[in-house]
Structure formats: structure tokens, C-alpha cells
């Protein structure tokens, strides 16, 4: 079946420092990915939608100069979180796929932690 | 924009006996429903799915009706066994400009199957 890698699962790291996610579809061309973000015991939350060639859709109240999202493949997006600091702490998880009521396939997520 | 509420947050049963989660959407433009299953610290599994043009859908022991006049969908699990604990999410889903499905995803439920 479908397969997306995410990488890193797991990022610690200092107040400040910027983060890059990568989401790869391995097996099948992906013209539209997602980002979503979860809290702990908390649904998750569509950041944004991910459009190869084209500019990211961001949803109502996330800062796009803030989660810099790039398509620049059709089996490629990544996330970068900028200047991260202790809130931005959260499992962030991407899907690609899903075409016409198709099923969407996510990735295993990360977990960022910021000290 | 889609707005899917989900009942209840936490639900307790005997082994064996059956669990039921209901879900109401908003958006009359959704036509696909997943419901996925999520443990702690991994990405959301789909256990089953509904399209709009289809009134209910079984597998094994997970079924999935759906009433699209009342907007409302719901799982049911029957024969529950400890394995089945986890966090369910229901979702839904509407077609986007470019390809893929916009996924609304419903709080999550903490289903507990006790021995």
C-alpha cells in the first residue's frame, strides 16, 4: 500500500532554533499534502495544505512566515518551523494522497519538544 | 468552514460488549468519512470508511452508518476486546481545488474496553 515517510520522529532542541520536517511519499506521486498539528490529548489540527509547484494554503490563524512549508516535488513537502520556541512544542504529522474520497496516508509524525 | 463535533470524549465498557461513538459535520459539501483509531505516539490508522452515496458499511466487527439528511455518523464495535483501546477519531471530508480531500477531524473519543 501507500507509504509516507516523515523525518525526524523525534527533535529536542533549544529555544530559537529552527526545525525542519520532511514528508516523502515513497511509493506514489503526491500533488497535495497536509500538515497537521496535535497537541497532547487534543485532536489533530489542520495547519496547512501543501501544493506541489505552488504556494501552501494556510488554515485561519496560522502564521505562515512562522511554518515555512515547501513542495518543490511531487513526492516531497517539509515543514520548517522558525525560530521555535516551547509552545510550538507538539506532534506534527503530514498525509498525502487522498484522491477523490480516497483515503489520505500519514506519515508516523514528529514529535518536537523546545526547552 | 466544516465544524465536526464528536460524543462522547471518553467511553468505558465490559470486554465483549459493544461501543458506539456518534459524530454530527456541518458542511453538506462533505462526502467521505474515515473514522481512524490512534495509540499514543503513532499516527492515526483508518479502520473504516464511508462515502456519501452509501448509507452504511461493515468489516468484521467495525461498522460505520450515516445519515446524510441529519449529518450525523456513527461507529460501532462490537465484541470489544482490550486491543480495541485507544483514541478513535472520526473525520470529514470534502473535495479541495487542486486534488485531495480537506479532512475535518471530529475531539476524539478514549475508548477503555476493561477485562
Known amino acids: 500500500g501507500a507509504v509516507v515517510s516523515q523525518h525526524p520522529s523525534w527533535v529536542i532542541c533549544k529555544s530559537g532554533t529552527s526545525v525542519k520536517i520532511e514528508c516523502r511519499s515513497l511509493d506514489f506521486q503526491a500533488t497535495t499534502m497536509f500538515w497537521y498539528r496535535q497537541f497532547p490529548k487534543q485532536s489533530l489540527m489542520l495547519m496547512a495544505t501543501s501544493n506541489e509547484g505552488s504556494k501552501a494554503t494556510y488554515e485561519q490563524g496560522v502564521e505562515k512566515d512562522k511554518f515555512l512549508i515547501n513542495h518543490a516535488s511531487l513526492t516531497l513537502s517539509t515543514l520548517t518551523v522558525t525560530s521555535a520556541h516551547p509552545e510550538d512544542s507538539s506532534f506534527y504529522i503530514c498525509?498525502?494522497?487522498?484522491?477523490?474520497?480516497?483515503?489520505?496516508?500519514f506519515g508516523d509524525g514528529t514529535r518536537l519538544s523546545i526547552l | 468552514g466544516e465544524n465536526v463535533e464528536q460524543h462522547p470524549s471518553t467511553l468505558s465498557v465490559q470486554e465483549g460488549d459493544s461501543a458506539v461513538i456518534k459524530c454530527t459535520y456541518s458542511d453538506s459539501a462533505s462526502n467521505y468519512f474515515p473514522w481512524y483509531k490512534q495509540e499514543l505516539g503513532k499516527r492515526p490508522q483508518l479502520i473504516i470508511d464511508?462515502?456519501?452515496?452509501?448509507g452504511e458499511k461493515k468489516d468484521q466487527r467495525i461498522a460505520v452508518t450515516l445519515n446524510k439528511t441529519a449529518k450525523h455518523f456513527s461507529l460501532h464495535i462490537t465484541e470489544t476486546q482490550p486491543e480495541d483501546s485507544a483514541v478513535y477519531f472520526c473525520a470529514a471530508s470534502k473535495e479541495i481545488t487542486g486534488g485531495g480531500n480537506k479532512l475535518t477531524f471530529g475531539t476524539g473519543t478514549q475508548l477503555k474496553v476493561e477485562l
Open positions: 464511508i462515502r456519501s452515496n452509501v
Open positions: 498525509s498525502a494522497g487522498g484522491k477523490s474520497n480516497q483515503p489520505q496516508h
